[in-house]
């Protein structure tokens, strides 16, 4: 008899497959397959034959991460190489509010605002509402009958207890915590002698088991099944082994993740306290209203399976140290920020100059464009604990590099209605390609044959366009300072002409010229590099600048760098809240790449999109006699409107 394959999943291939093998056995040449019994019989065997080779693949693909689905069994691989999943994360807050403390008498010293309920949202957030929490009591002293709470941090979701009494007589002993939606970076441990004890010893969570040892106080924690968390103690070799009758509390948040970003408006739901002569007395007037500086934010969802997928092989090959730029760019969004969007890193030893004994980081959050101070440190603190001595890692603010359009979009009239059709279309087009995560990160590149291609294709009528692009960066001053800039493109300038304005910038005002300045530049002979002059001219369209100031900075047109020199600048233009100064210039190649810390953004806003009738292809100048010709090559005013 013939081997045959059994390889097929396919139901109708496995019948066959079976057909074939009873047709070459000689005991059955007699028998019709297509309409006896027999043929029912085989399409049982051909749907059990399936049903196992499908669930036989499945399995097979369950045992390794790159192809597992379902997220235990990821969790469960990630978990062999040491990797814990990040966990849902509540939005969290800063609030402020005062209590008039003018009705007790006499004034209290203190007053307590006690752990749990703080806030909740006020007036309408999608029909929803929140309550935000304090994990931990805080007590202010009262000053002339006002006691003020500044800045207090108050994390969304519900304050939970657990507690657990540890048996040695129970090998089978779980600690697990029955909720979903907790953040295990709020979790709180505290272990007790007994229930009966009045001290308790608070454990620390811990991911390894370097620096710990018999008598160190620590716990570790693990995902299992249903997005929950599991607790484990030491065993007296690594880490405190746990003894009979102690007693555990653990205390956490539930939060409803990223639901609860962006709540500006908030109402007291707290409980506050005041002690006099060892009795507790409760407050609940004098309360003023609680306001925020910032909306709050930070609530991010549990990590999905495919961040785990991702990240579980990068931090083992990383073996939790931060070495190379991989390492960084792996363990920071994994472990220290996970609402870290889009990251960059690269040594000092790649700039111009070299800054050695440097790492340089820059990070786009989730939500803004820049990080707080306050963050930016957390997270070098936090980089300690991976980064090799003598290694100062600095991290950057967010540096846009900005690509504008002018494109000119020839059209068969006979196709559309209009023009103005026409240029919204080829809008609506071009802002999902600059909305897309081709763009919109660190090492994006620009690809203006795909872009000239995303016109073209955006309608029917559209016959061709003639589309050229200019690079931008905003340049943040420091206003009545002097003060020395510069600003990096990361791509080679476009030279247009030897007798210079090559670049453009918005007016701005400095000390010592009482008209608005824009600046430009002038090549050397030898076309590398070139000065920078300040000038004036009537208008934003006119062609007959004035010199005010010449070399103010010098202009690197190899690796697009734009210095210059102390200088006060008392106005710019005022964007975002910060007086800035656009400058602008074309790229040496159209497509244009975001180089270490340049995050590459197409601007739609400024780009502009104009339509002309195609008169050959619409039939109205057959002879192109009357031909609208425009010019491949970037053209117009000397400045920045």
């Known amino acids: 008899m013939p081997l045959v394959n ?51 693949n499945m399995v097979t693909n369950e045992v390794f991460i790159d192809s597992a689905t379902l997220r235990e069994n990821v969790v469960s691989l990630a978990r062999n190489i040491g990797y814990l999943p990040r966990s849902r994360t ?75 009494t540890y048996s040695r007589r129970n090998p089978d002993q779980r600690f697990i915590l029955p ?42 924690l693990q995902e299992i099944e249903d997005e929950r968390y599991e607790l484990f103690f030491g065993d007296g070799i690594f880490g405190k082994a746990l003894e009979e009758g102690n007693f555990i509390t653990v205390d956490y948040i539930v939060s409803d993740g990223s639901q609860a970003n962006g709540v500006r408006e908030f109402a007291f739901a707290g409980r506050l306290s005041y002690n006099r002569n060892s009795l507790g007395y409760n407050v609940t007037s004098g309360i003023s209203l609680v306001t925020t500086g910032t909306a709050s934010a930070g609530g991010e969802e ?41 990251i960059t890193v690269f040594g000092g030893e790649d700039l111009i100059p070299p800054q050695y004994g440097k790492v340089f980081i820059s990070i786009k959050p989730r939500s803004g464009d820049f990080l707080p101070n306050l963050m930016k440190e957390n997270i070098k603190m936090k980089l300690k604990k991976y980064a090799v001595a003598g290694i100062v890692p600095e991290i950057l603010d967010l540096k846009y590099l900005y690509i504008e359009a002018d494109s000119k979009i020839y059209y068969n009239s006979n196709l559309a209605p209009n023009g103005a059709y026409v240029s919204s279309v080829v809008q609506a087009n071009a802002l999902k390609y600059a909305e897309s995560t081709e763009l919109n990160k660190y090492g994006a590149r620009f690809k203006y044959s795909k872009f000239l291609k995303i016109i073209d294709d955006s309608n029917d009528s559209v016959t061709s366009n003639i589309t050229t692009i200019q690079m931008r960066r905003d340049l943040r001053v420091v206003l009545n300072t002097p003060a020395e800039y510069q600003v990096g493109f990361g791509n080679e300038f476009h030279i247009k ?27 050397n002979t030898n076309r590398n590099n070139g000065t920078l002059f300040l000038f004036t001219v009537p208008s934003t369209n006119s062609t007959t600048p004035t010199i005010v100031r010449r070399n103010v900075g010098t202009i690197d047109y190899k690796n697009g760098i734009v210095t210059l020199n102390p200088i006060t600048i008392e106005s710019g233009k005022f964007k975002d ?21 340049l995050y590459l953004q197409l601007d739609i806003s400024t780009s ?3 339509t002309i009738v195609d008169e050959i292809s619409s039939g109205l100048d057959p002879a192109a006699s009357n031909y609208v010709v425009t010019s491949s090559y970037v053209n117009g005013a000397l400045v920045r409107a």
Do not use: W
Not at 179 to 208: C, H, P, R
Not at 505 to 516: N, R
């Open 577 to 597: 809240g910060q007086s800035i100064i656009e400058i602008s210039a074309c790229p040496s190649s159209n497509d244009v790449v975001g180089l270490q810390d």
């Open 90 to 164: 509540p939005s969290t807050a800063a609030i402020n509010f005062f209590v008039n403390c003018d009705a007790i008498v006499p004034p209290p010293a203190t007053l307590t605002l006690a752990k749990g309920p703080v806030a909740r949202t006020q007036g309408s957030f999608g029909n929803q509402s929140f309550v935000f929490c304090v994990l931990e009591d805080v007590t202010v002293p009262v000053y002339d009958g006002i006691a003020t709470f500044d800045e207090i941090p108050v994390h969304q979701g519900t304050l939970v207890t657990n507690t657990f």
């Open 497 to 523: 002409s030897m007798d210079g304005y090559n670049i453009k910038s918005s007016a701005f005002s400095v000390a010592g010229i009482v008209e608005s300045v824009y600046l430009s530049d002038v090549p």
């Open 302 to 342: 549990i990590e999905a399976v495919e961040s785990v997928k991702k990240f579980a092989p990068r931090i083992y090959a990383s073996q939790n140290r931060a070495v190379s730029a991989n390492d960084y760019e792996t363990l920071i969004p994994a472990k220290i920020y996970p609402e870290t969007e889009s």
């Open 179 to 220: 909720n979903i939606g907790i953040d295990t970076n709020l979790i709180t441990v505290t272990v007790k002698a007994n229930e009966s004890a009045t001290t308790s010893t608070k454990y620390s969570a811990q991911d390894s088991l370097f620096d710990i040892d018999s008598e160190s106080k620590v716990y570790f």
């Open 608 to 610: 502009n999109f104009e």
């Open 6 to 56: 059994f390889s097929n999943l396919d139901f109708n291939q496995v019948k066959t497959t079976l057909k074939d093998y009873l047709q070459a056995n000689s005991n059955f040449t007699d028998y019709d397959f297509e309409g006896s019994n027999l043929s029912s019989i085989l399409d049982v065997l051909a749907y059990n034959t399936y049903i196992t080779s499908y669930n036989a």
